[in-house]
């Protein structure tokens, strides 16, 4: 049953797991974050271009921040958010929103021993207002009831309605939607997401992969349940992120962008520092830098001017990587030091699996494609020294016995 509590502060993500005896020092923040990072290349490993998706709702939840992920149907939008909540554990929810859809399908029924008491409150257990992580499908087709319910939700973690406030737990929350709504009252609600990611379908040069990986079952999640203290102790590690280094690029980045012609409101140039230091964060710095700008993309409301964004600020980012999120980094700087740290962490989940292989088969293909790629992708001069050293592990696990 549902007990009413005191509203956390507006906007704010809970904080279980963090206080006094959670704080973090470098060793302990740089622990949490690699275990996160772990945990989401795990969520990714199997599917095909949407290791991007996975990473950027893991930053979204250590951000305090929502995400919209917006492309066709059938291009495992679903699939990538519930991988990745399995990895984080905790309450996840997952539900495809209608023209029909009714309040108490999301939000719980009245609580009928209350009603008989004169008072009108919600039972929420299971319910989206518990979640940890949520997933709303179709987010764009709720009523408007549904959206003014879930907008307090999503705006300040607390859930109203009749006489129930509840303060919810959660992380982060995911829309999806086909396309964009052209309704300008939508675009407001949709507003509310700060960032977003736009998804194609599998390009045809990576079909063979795509069906191969879907002749393979779904991992089990590693370790269901016990990452959420560590998601927690990077948010408010987050918070308390130093970003005063990083201003004066963040500003003259949001000018650029807004003179290039990218929309970006003063909520959303505000809340964009939050992407920036849980990107810190998740490469194990309680410092941002200009490492960490490859997020700015993300708050550009229309693939094409994400697009435009990344173009825009080519400069800024080109240094930009990140450990933990390698694929999200690459995607949106396209930076070398990006690259670099991607194919540094395939080629050695590759070799991993190369050495932990039954007698017989043979994995080189796959070994020889990454070597591929690092040569295309690098002069051998200007080869990262740990890049330069994961190329020779492979060259000797190619080379003929």
């Known amino acids: 049953m549902t007990e009413t509590s005191t509203s956390p502060t507006a906007g704010t993500p809970p904080t279980a797991g963090t206080g006094p005896a959670a704080t973090t020092g470098p060793a302990a923040l740089a622990a949490d974050a690699g275990l996160i990072g772990a945990a989401v290349a795990a969520a990714g490993r199997g599917m095909i271009d949407r290791e991007t998706v996975a990473e950027v709702v893991t930053l ?38 209608g023209r029909f859809t009714e309040p108490n399908e999301l939000f719980g029924p009245v609580d009928l021993r209350r009603l008989r008491e004169g008072r009108v409150e919600f039972e929420t257990a299971g319910m989206l207002p518990e979640a940890d992580i949520a997933f709303l499908d179709e987010v764009f087709l709720g009523s408007t ?24 737990p959660l ?62 102790r990077l948010a408010a590690a987050a918070r308390d992120c130093d970003l005063d280094e990083v201003t004066p690029l963040l500003g003259a980045a949001l000018r650029r962008l807004r003179g290039a012609g990218v929309p970006v409101s003063d909520r959303r140039a505000v809340r964009s520092q939050k992407l920036v230091a849980a990107a810190a964060v998740l490469d ?51 930076s070398t030091a990006a690259r ?48 330069a050293g994961i190329r020779a592990e492979l060259v000797a696990a190619v080379a003929p016995s």
Not at 145 to 168: H, I, K, Q, Y
Not at 345 to 350: E, K
């Open 60 to 97: 979204c939840a250590v951000a305090g921040e929502h995400l919209l992920v917006v492309g066709a149907p059938g291009t495992a939008k679903s699939e990538a958010v519930r991988r990745v909540a399995g990895q984080l554990g905790g309450r996840y929810f997952e539900y495809l929103l």
């Open 145 to 168: 009831a549904v959206l003014n319910t879930l907008l307090g939700l999503l705006n300040e973690r607390v859930f109203r309605r009749g006489g129930t406030v509840l303060a919810s």
């Open 171 to 232: 992380r982060v929350c995911v829309g999806a939607a086909n396309h964009l709504p052209d309704d300008p009252a939508l675009a407001a609600f949709a507003d509310r997401f700060l960032a977003r990611v736009f998804v194609e379908p599998v390009a045809d040069a990576r079909l063979e992969e795509l069906l191969e990986a879907g002749r393979r079952p779904a991992a089990a999640p590693a370790r269901p349940g016990d990452l959420l203290g560590a998601v927690d």
């Open 284 to 334: 194990g710095r309680s410092t941002a830098s200009a490492r960490d700008l490859w997020v700015l993309p993300l708050i550009a409301p229309t693939a094409d001017t994400q697009t435009l964004a990344r173009d825009t600020l080519a400069d800024l980012i080109e240094k930009a990587a990140n450990r933990s999120l390698v694929h999200a980094a690459e995607e949106l700087s396209r």
């Open 340 to 387: 670099a740290e991607r194919l540094a962490r395939t080629g050695t989940a590759l070799l991993t699996e190369h050495r932990g292989l039954p007698a017989g088969r043979d994995s080189r293909l796959r070994l020889e494609a990454a070597l591929r790629e690092i040569d295309a992708g690098f002069d051998p001069a200007d080869l990262p020294a740990a890049l």
